[in-house]
């Protein structure tokens, strides 16, 4: 009988997975579809000569997990390259924010928007150097974080500590008119908030954005060399390596429970698999409660809980093969950055996360693109570009806020019309972009959700990452932490704190505390052991 069955084979089920198999646990990952790495993989779909991320890639919080860090992938065959710049945000006028991996640098770019603008930059860059390491630690820890918690707070003592957790709690918008006089700083940390669902006016972007920036200015925007794929696969030798397995093809139907505890998994094609200690689930809390594990074993309140969790914005993304690099408008500042950002200014990205709040699909879509190439010259020919845009689109459309009559149908017109759309808005910043184009590949949200079921209509985060669902609010009010109310089963996905991104820490949360449940509970049945074996000499003594 296998120790535990961790259920999905994502960068966090594969993380579980590696630190059961440390810890000496015999452990087995099922993965539903035909390879591993959930919202991790790479392919050569789009063209068989250019290497394209399928769903995320770029990784700036795998760069700084202490978790990802400590399995020394490098020992893999993992490794990592960098775009000369981080990330950029181009303006109409040729201008261009760019978030460098030199603070003097980044600030040297702010001031030539606004005098004094650097200074500032400079200012928070100090800040982080100063309370990071706790800050990460409570981060991608289980919640509360007593211990890093406890450091932070040493770290925010005296006169300048609420004004910063003010500072952090601020919307992107507030954050940025009150640090910055140019437009430069106030893009480039309301578009790092957009990387999730956070528009500008909601309270805590404004501290998302700056943990974004300053991860992209110490660790930059790395990749994977050879495409996202590598790092799945350096997760799964490893995991190997220390006797662990992982079976793909091979979907989970029910997770099994007897007497309130987790028992094994019974997969689609009716094979049952026991389990001694624990059961992991890399799926969305919705795939969770009341799917896997059916509602009669789940408390009521739970599942009422369940009724009013918000999934993220759905995505909609396309892949290019292009011929050439992309010819932008500020060709010195945007050409070299591997991740581009594409919004007239925040004004507009407001106007975009009005719209989605609506239900309406964006006319002027706020885009995400990725230049791998840039940043990886191992994927595609010499000379040319892989790259990468996705915008969000809402979970449920209303209506169109464009001319395409979009429905939310997404059959083929509807894809076409929105890949064209998107493409427009890259044409704005670089015109010409669209003769370049070679091949490209549409994942509209029912695409994205049929090719990993945790992605539910194209929701990448595994829920909002606003903060009435994130901490003890995750992924539902008192919850907070891996454990569930079914004994020996453990949330192992990004619906767990400390939510989206690809970090480890879910599934390391989830396996640490199986492994501590499983030590508690050894404990308690030698203490119960120890009490019977007593009972019985005091009974038998007299007897004797």
């Known amino acids: 009988m296998l120790d535990a069955v961790v259920v999905g084979a994502g960068p966090n089920g594969l993380v579980?997975?590696?630190?059961?198999?440390?810890?000496?646990?015999?452990?087995?990952?099922?993965?539903?579809?035909?390879?591993?790495?959930?919202?991790?993989?790479?392919?050569?779909?789009?063209?068989?000569?250019?290497?394209?991320?399928?769903?995320?890639?770029?990784?700036?919080?795998?760069?700084?997990?202490?978790?990802?860090?400590?399995?020394?992938?490098?020992?893999?065959?993992?490794?990592?390259?960098?775009?000369?710049?981080?990330?950029?945000?181009?303006?109409p006028d040729g201008r261009c924010a760019v978030l460098e991996r030199s603070t003097e640098a980044t600030a040297k770019g702010l001031d030539a928007f606004a005098e004094g603008d650097g200074a500032a930059w400079t200012r928070m860059c100090g800040t982080w150097d100063r309370i990071s390491t706790?800050?990460?630690?409570?981060?991608?820890?289980?919640?509360?974080?007593?211990r890093a918690g406890a450091g932070l707070a040493r770290r925010l003592r005296g006169p300048a500590g609420l004004p910063l957790v003010r500072s952090l709690a601020l919307p992107a918008r507030r954050l940025g008119e009150e640090e910055f006089r140019g437009e430069a700083g106030r893009l480039l940390l309301a578009g790092n908030a957009l990387h999730a669902d956070l528009a500008p006016e909601a309270a805590g972007s404004g501290g998302f954005g700056w943990l974004l920036c300053m991860l992209g200015q110490q660790y930059g925007f790395p990749v994977p060399v050879g495409g996202a794929g590598s790092l799945s696969d350096a997760l799964v030798r490893r995991l190997e390596r220390h006797g662990g397995r992982v079976r793909c093809g091979r979907p989970v139907r029910e997770i099994v429970v007897r007497g309130g505890r987790a028992v094994g998994v019974r997969t689609e094609d009716g094979d049952a698999i026991p389990v001694g200690r624990a059961v992991l689930a890399d799926v969305s809390a919705p795939g969770l409660y009341g799917g896997l594990v059916d509602e009669r074993h789940l408390p009521r309140r739970l599942l009422d809980s369940m009724h009013r969790f918000q999934w993220d914005f759905a995505t909609f993304k396309i892949d290019w093969a292009l011929s050439d690099p992309i010819p932008w408008n500020a060709a010195a500042a945007a050409a070299g950055a591997g991740t581009v950002h594409l919004s007239d200014g925040v004004d507009?990205?407001?106007?975009?996360?009005?719209?989605?709040?609506?239900?309406?699909?964006?006319?002027?879509?706020?885009?995400?693109?990725?230049?791998?190439?840039?940043?990886?010259?191992?994927?595609?020919?010499?000379?040319?570009?892989?790259?990468?845009?996705?915008t969000h689109v809402p979970q449920a459309v209303v209506g169109d806020a464009g001319a395409d009559g979009i429905t939310g149908a997404w059959d083929e017109r509807e894809q076409e019309a929105m890949a064209d759309r998107v493409e427009r808005q890259v044409e704005r910043y670089a015109p010409?972009?669209?003769?370049?184009?070679?091949?490209?590949?549409?994942?509209?949200?029912?695409?994205?959700?049929?090719?990993?079921?945790?992605?539910?209509?194209g929701a990448i985060n595994g829920g909002t990452a606003n903060l009435h669902q994130q901490l003890v609010f995750r992924?539902?009010?008192?919850?907070?932490?891996?454990?569930?109310?079914?004994?020996?089963?453990?949330?192992?996905?990004?619906?767990?704190?400390?939510?989206?991104?690809?970090?480890?820490?879910?599934?390391?949360?989830?396996?640490?505390?199986?492994?501590?449940g499983s030590t508690a509970t050894r404990h308690a049945l030698a203490s119960a052991q120890r009490l019977l074996s007593g009972a019985r000499l005091r009974i038998e003594r007299p007897q004797g």
């Open 16 to 91: 579980a997975a590696n630190l059961l198999a440390d810890a000496g646990w015999s452990v087995e990952v099922l993965e539903a579809q035909s390879r591993p790495g959930g919202a991790v993989r790479s392919d050569r779909g789009v063209h068989p000569d250019y290497v394209s991320d399928m769903f995320s890639a770029f990784y700036p919080l795998a760069a700084a997990s202490p978790v990802i860090r400590s399995m020394n992938l490098h020992a893999e065959g993992l490794r990592w390259a960098h775009a000369p710049s981080t990330l950029a945000h181009p303006l």
């Open 134 to 146: 706790q800050l990460l630690d409570a981060l991608f820890t289980p919640f509360p974080p007593l």
């Open 348 to 390: 507009e990205m407001t106007r975009f996360a009005a719209q989605l709040a609506a239900g309406r699909v964006p006319d002027r879509p706020f885009t995400l693109l990725g230049q791998m190439t840039t940043a990886d010259v191992s994927r595609s020919p010499l000379g040319t570009e892989s790259a990468w845009a996705y």
């Open 432 to 457: 010409g972009f669209r003769s370049l184009v070679r091949a490209r590949r549409i994942l509209a949200p029912p695409t994205l959700q049929a090719m990993d079921a945790s992605l539910h209509g």
């Open 475 to 516: 992924p539902v009010p008192g919850t907070g932490r891996p454990e569930t109310p079914v004994r020996g089963l453990y949330l192992a996905s990004a619906s767990a704190h400390p939510g989206g991104g690809v970090h480890g820490a879910c599934g390391a949360n989830a396996a640490r505390a199986a492994l501590h």
